[in-house]
């Protein structure tokens, strides 16, 4: 029940496309959904989140769509650049209903975005 | 404003060592989090503390690691009596608080045991 599912594994677009990452969870106590990038060596570094009493959220080129009912969410790159190359995490947290604001996380995408 | 500083970036030991591995959060941050990442995969959540206390440590192995994040000074992981399969990226994440705060993470600590 703890656990987030992310697929695919990895991912190859064109420069251009829109590469999409979907993830699903069991836990219906969690109530922060955010997505993270990571670069080889750093870090991962927050790119957008979304609570769940809204469907969709965009920050530039990235969008997060959130269905509610059948417990998933997505990411989508719009226009997506050799630059976004890298690693994608989806994750949760039952921060408002816990004691814990910890993150659990998906497996991961890594994603390419050739010229 | 620093950001999330840990250290050593990479830390070679031998089977039976220990391995201390040090955490100093954003400035202004009273929350850490430990996660672990072995190659290809995601990362694992191991403890959640704030000063002088931890909060959620579901994540610990029950042997061999403890983490504390003292009054003063940056918060510690320490692995005692390593083995292969703590070969790994430790990663420190703060946040300002629990509920709205977004986590900010190091660059990690890569722990190799030979």
């Known amino acids: 029940q703890q656990q987030v599912k992310q697929s695919p594994q990895s991912l190859i677009v064109q420069k251009g496309g829109i590469p999409i990452i979907n993830c699903a969870y069991e836990n219906t106590a969690f109530d922060y959904f955010p997505w993270y990038q990571q670069f080889p060596g750093k870090g991962p570094a927050l790119l957008i989140a979304?609570?769940?009493?809204?469907s969709e959220k965009k920050e530039g080129r990235f969008t997060i769509s959130f269905n509610k009912s059948a417990k998933q969410f997505s990411l989508h790159i719009m226009d997506s650049q050799p630059g976004d190359s890298a690693t994608y995490f989806c994750a949760a947290s039952p921060r408002w209903r816990s004691n814990t604001g910890k993150l659990i996380f998906g497996q991961g995408t890594t994603l390419q975005v050739k010229p | 404003n620093a950001g999330v500083m840990q250290n050593p970036r990479h830390l070679v030991r031998r089977r039976g060592q220990e391995a201390r591995l040090r955490c100093s959060p954003m400035?202004?941050?009273?929350?850490v989090y430990w996660y672990r990442q072995l190659p290809e995969e995601g990362l694992k959540f191991m403890v959640y503390?704030?000063?002088?206390?931890?909060?959620?440590e579901s994540g610990m192995p029950k042997e061999r690691f403890s983490a504390e994040f003292p009054k003063e000074g940056p918060s510690i992981l320490r692995i005692q009596q390593v083995v292969r399969g703590d070969s790994a990226a430790y990663f420190c994440?703060?946040?300002?608080?629990?509920?709205?705060?977004?986590?900010?993470f190091g660059e990690g600590s890569r722990l190799t045991v030979l």
């Open positions: 994440a703060s946040s300002p608080d629990r509920v709205t705060g977004e986590l900010f």
């Open positions: 400035k202004g941050h009273s929350h």
């Open positions: 979304i609570r769940p009493d809204v």
């Open positions: 503390l704030q000063k002088e206390n931890i909060i959620d």
